[in-house]
């Protein structure tokens, strides 16, 4: 005789399921075909229960696809992780990740500063700045300096499009939208354009630098443009995991395992 258990209702759909299947089976004249049915219906039940309670383990995050964001990325995952959750990362341009992650098609950004959040209603701010970055002014042009934001105004930039920290520096500025670090150094080096500078984080600058343009005489400014503390987004709809992340996010600063998490990750692409 078969049996119902607490597994086949995982779905919510025990009793429909044990209603269709013991009516059935008390009319003696049932045929196998219909049995076969009844077995297949439960069986699909059961799976459905078993998605749901996958889907609760699984998140789809999207990130920038910047150094930045992967350093980011790693960081995010081991969090989540941590409160047995698998997160999968999607990289995309800026713009498009957090458009993604307003609509609802993945489930949160991975890290954002704090002003991107803000006015966004579907997107929740897990409260704590897990890590933080520096942004930089990049030039090859010896008659280019830099020794403040106000310096901005008199050259051409080149900034990541979607990134609001660059956005705000040069919004009385002349200057260029790319979706890349990499697109952004070229245009530097070949002056195409007439770009004088290349606004980014000084680890996108450096890992940049260093793994694509080791010989070229590119120089960072010394001054910090603007300091960036980063924090993770979640959509509306996964908003009850924050307690969990939010603990798991701030041991692992507290700890100090952001920092070095950041400062191999850089270490180990500088070697690459």
Sequence with gaps: MFEFNEYWGASGNYNLARAIFYGMGSVKKTSEVFQSLI??????????????????????????????????????????????????????????????????KVDGEVCRIL??????????????????????????????????TLDLAKYKSGILNGMIYSDNLTKNSKRIKVNSTRQLFRMLISDHLNIDLVITTELSGRITLAQEFP?????????????????HYLH?????????????????????????????FIVEYIKE
């Design 236 to 264: 509306l709809n996964k908003k009850k995991l924050l307690p969990r992340i939010e603990a798991s996010l701030r041991g692992m600063l507290n700890s100090g395992e952001t920092v070095s998490m950041k400062e191999a």
């Design 39 to 104: 077995l297949s219906i439960l069986l699909l039940l059961s799976l459905q229960g078993v998605a749901e309670i996958q889907d609760e383990n699984t998140l789809n995050l999207a990130a920038a696809n910047t150094t930045s964001g992967m350093v980011c990325g790693n960081i995010i995952k081991e969090a989540y992780m941590r409160i047995g959750i698998s997160a999968n990362i999607q990289y995309l341009p800026a713009a498009r990740a957090l458009a993604l992650s307003t609509q609802g």
């Design 115 to 148: 002003s991107a959040g803000q006015g966004i209603k579907t997107l929740v701010r897990v409260p704590v700045p897990y890590l933080s970055f520096h942004g930089k002014a990049f030039s090859i042009k010896p008659s280019v300096r830099v020794n403040s």
């Design 215 to 231: 010989d070229e005489d590119i120089h960072m400014s010394k001054i910090n443009l603007v300091d960036l503390p980063v924090y």
